[in-house]
């Protein structure tokens, strides 16, 4: 419990403030007085003065004030792992924004976590997660002068806050992207989506490396969806691999193992469509019961992503040419896809199958084996439905990312030639996207950088084994 009385809160010079909980106003206070006020109310500590009459609340749990030295730590190795590509040798972060990118006016910055900072089961912040609040405050520290001397980064930053995403807005934000890429294309396809888009029936399907969502456009009522919204938070490529556990039957023999030459294939078909239908996938918002959402009657699903690559396996797709199928139709060329069992074909998934050196990874059966489930089970829960389906890597030659969704969230804040940084913390890797506005619209999406060493709660920690290579913020 908390006292009642409002009191002002005093960090040492050892520590600093938690701005993962502090309001605007509070971080305000907190620069200018160098103090923060709290009160108690129904036993919640919050933040004062009020923003817009609501007290940010602080969790019970959480700090006020962080050891200076952990915030530190993160906002440094924040600036050190993000390189571009997967090594520590190429540029890093802050030598990429010096130089190339700000030199223009401004750059909004908009931090975002998705599937490996959200609990499993909700698809909402991992509450365990206790080194959230150092994290968020060192990247903060990063973009936004806090304390110490100004960087160049603190001059051409404007930044909007980290935060964990929650699967709907994922969601929402990748159904957004697909509307506004269409709305400046005129191919058949843009028309479509546009058309779509208009009369409520257009749904977006993207599977990435931890969840799943299939997101039609709908509004949540009292906590839960309509049934044609699906949203996973496990149902992701790997995080459903881990689900079914090493021994599955769902898996081939890693080409990097050492027994990989002489192991056998544990894989099979009819076994893993069992495992998947048993597995303990979490769907969430939904009074359903159902494991897969119901078909939209007349709805255009645009599945992205992961989804893209096993659809081109099974002759759905391809880089030139991106038919829209009927659902049943698409299901059916799926269906007649795992009834081959040839062994002398090399992209079939017979029982055996087993990846080649030239593979990318060991899932590419089971990533197939997920869209066939998926799609019988929306088939089975609306037989009576009509609905297309198309499967893209673009559209209009333009990365599909829910980072567009984010930057048109802000875009009224945003200028002419100003540009918008898009963090991309995912489970396993940080993306940097950036966007450009010109003529009051964005740009195609650019990959400014990426760092694969894991997740970012773990990359950032000061027990790393990873050595710093440069001192990213030494002026």
């Given at each position: 419990?908390?006292?009642?009385?409002?009191?002002?809160?005093?960090?040492?010079?050892?520590?600093?403030?938690?701005?993962?909980?502090?309001?605007?106003?509070?971080?305000?206070?907190?620069?200018?007085?160098?103090?923060?006020?709290?009160?108690?109310?129904?036993?919640?500590?919050?933040?004062?003065?009020?923003?817009?009459?609501?007290?940010?609340?602080?969790?019970?749990?959480?700090?006020?004030?962080?050891?200076?030295?952990?915030?530190?730590?993160?906002?440094?190795?924040?600036?050190?792992?993000?390189?571009?590509?997967?090594?520590?040798?190429?540029?890093?972060?802050?030598?990429?924004?010096?130089?190339?990118?700000?030199?223009?006016?401004?750059?909004?910055?908009?931090?975002?976590?998705?599937?490996?900072?959200?609990?499993?089961?909700?698809?909402?912040?991992?509450?365990?997660?206790?080194?959230?609040?150092?994290?968020?405050?060192?990247?903060?520290?990063?973009?936004?002068?806090?304390?110490?001397?100004?960087?160049?980064?603190?001059?051409?930053?404007?930044?909007?806050?980290?935060?964990?995403?929650?699967?709907?807005?994922?969601?929402?934000?990748?159904?957004?992207?697909?509307?506004?890429?269409?709305?400046?294309?005129?191919?058949?396809?843009?028309?479509?989506?546009?058309?779509?888009?208009?009369?409520?029936?257009?749904?977006?399907?993207?599977?990435?490396?931890?969840?799943?969502?299939?997101?039609?456009?709908?509004?949540?009522?009292?906590?839960?969806?309509?049934?044609?919204?699906?949203?996973?938070?496990?149902?992701?490529?790997?995080y459903i691999a881990e689900e079914l556990g090493k021994d599955s039957k769902c898996l081939s023999p890693y080409k990097k193992d050492a027994d990989?030459?002489?192991?056998?294939?544990?894989?099979?078909?009819?076994?893993?469509?069992?495992?998947?239908?048993?597995?303990?996938?979490?769907?969430?918002?939904?009074?359903?019961?159902?494991?897969?959402?119901?078909?939209?009657?007349?709805?255009?699903?645009?599945?992205?992503?992961?989804?893209?690559?096993?659809?081109?396996?099974?002759?759905?797709?391809?880089?030139?040419?991106?038919?829209?199928?009927?659902?049943?139709?698409?299901?059916?060329?799926?269906?007649?896809?795992?009834?081959?069992?040839?062994?002398?074909?090399?992209?079939?998934?017979?029982?055996?199958?087993?990846?080649?050196?030239?593979?990318?990874?060991?899932?590419?059966?089971?990533?197939?084996?997920?869209?066939?489930?998926?799609?019988?089970?929306?088939?089975?829960?609306?037989?009576?439905?009509?609905?297309?389906?198309?499967?893209?890597?673009?559209?209009?030659?333009?990365?599909?990312?829910?980072?567009?969704?984010?930057?048109?969230?802000?875009?009224?804040?945003?200028?002419?030639?100003?540009?918008?940084?898009?963090?991309?913390?995912?489970?396993?890797?940080?993306?940097?996207?950036?966007?450009?506005?010109?003529?009051?619209?964005?740009?195609?999406?650019?990959?400014?950088?990426?760092?694969?060493?894991?997740?970012?709660?773990?990359?950032?920690?000061?027990?790393?084994?990873?050595?710093?290579?440069?001192?990213?913020?030494?002026?």
């Amino acid at each position: 419990m908390c006292s009642s009385d409002l009191r002002t809160q005093l960090c040492d010079g050892a520590h600093t403030w938690n701005y993962a909980y502090l309001g605007r106003v509070a971080e305000k206070q907190s620069r200018v007085t160098g103090r923060i006020y709290t009160k108690c109310t129904d036993g919640q500590l919050r933040t004062a003065p009020s923003e817009k009459g609501v007290y940010p609340v602080v969790p019970a749990k959480e700090r006020l004030c962080l050891k200076k030295s952990s915030v530190n730590t993160v906002q440094q190795r924040f600036g050190d792992l993000m390189s571009k590509g997967s090594t520590f040798t190429q540029k890093l972060l802050d030598k990429t924004i010096k130089s190339e990118r700000m030199s223009r006016p401004m750059t909004h910055v908009i931090v975002r976590a998705t599937a490996g900072m959200r609990d499993e089961e909700t698809g909402e912040r991992d509450m365990d997660r206790i080194r959230w609040p150092d994290v968020v405050t060192g990247v903060r520290q990063y973009f936004e002068h806090t304390s110490g001397s100004m960087t160049l980064v603190h001059r051409r930053s404007n930044f909007h806050g980290m935060k964990v995403m929650p699967d709907e807005m994922e969601g929402e934000y990748a159904h957004l992207a697909l509307q506004t890429i269409a709305s400046s294309c005129d191919s058949e396809l843009c028309s479509l989506i546009q058309q779509k888009a208009k009369a409520g029936k257009l749904v977006s399907m993207e599977q990435g490396g931890g969840s799943l969502q299939i997101f039609a456009g709908q509004d949540m009522e009292n906590g839960a969806y309509p049934n044609e919204t699906g949203l996973y938070s496990n149902l992701g490529d790997k995080y459903i691999a881990e689900e079914l556990g090493k021994d599955s039957k769902c898996l081939s023999p890693y080409k990097k193992d050492a027994d990989y030459a002489s192991a056998v294939s544990p894989w099979n078909r009819d076994a893993c469509r069992k495992e998947l239908l048993n597995a303990d996938i979490h769907r969430h918002h939904t009074k359903s019961t159902a494991l897969m959402p119901a078909l939209l009657d007349g709805g255009l699903y645009v599945a992205f992503a992961t989804f893209f690559w096993s659809a081109r396996r099974m002759g759905l797709t391809d880089f030139g040419k991106q038919p829209v199928w009927a659902v049943d139709e698409a299901l059916a060329k799926v269906k007649a896809f795992f009834a081959d069992n040839d062994s002398s074909k090399p992209d079939n998934c017979h029982d055996g199958w087993k990846m080649t050196p030239g593979d990318y990874h060991e899932r590419l059966c089971l990533q197939a084996m997920t869209l066939e489930m998926i799609l019988q089970k929306m088939v089975d829960n609306s037989p009576e439905a009509n609905a297309q389906i198309v499967f893209l890597k673009e559209l209009d030659g333009k990365d599909i990312s829910w980072a567009i969704g984010v930057a048109e969230s802000i875009k009224h804040k945003v200028a002419n030639g100003q540009q918008v940084l898009v963090v991309d913390v995912g489970s396993s890797s940080t993306t940097l996207l950036g966007l450009t506005k010109t003529d009051g619209e964005f740009g195609a999406v650019e990959k400014w950088a990426k760092n694969k060493d894991g997740n970012l709660l773990e990359v950032t920690k000061a027990t790393t084994e990873k050595r710093l290579l440069i001192d990213a913020l030494r002026q």
